[in-house]
């Protein structure tokens, strides 16, 4: 929320690297790269997120605002 995008962008990035399945990195990733203008790729992250962990509403919910059938 601090306006640098970029560097959660990249941190998010390098924990996906060390763990793949953490549905958080995905969904904070994809977060970031949305507000970046970026929301096919943010879209992909939010994607991972919601399978990874299909209860979370949060994950859901940023996904539907997105738009998450749409590319």
């Known amino acids: 929320m601090s306006g640098q995008l970029e560097r959660a962008a990249q941190t998010f990035e390098a ?14 990733l ?15 992250h939010l994607r991972l997120a919601v399978a990874l962990a299909p209860d979370s509403r949060l994950y859901q919910g940023g996904l539907n ?6 590319g």
Do not use: N, Q, W
């Open 15 to 28: 924990l996906l690297v060390v763990d793949p399945s953490s549905h958080y990195g995905h969904y904070a």
């Open 30 to 44: 994809g977060r970031a790269l949305v507000r970046l203008g970026r929301a096919d790729e943010g879209r992909t």
């Open 65 to 70: 605002r997105l738009g998450g059938a749409g």
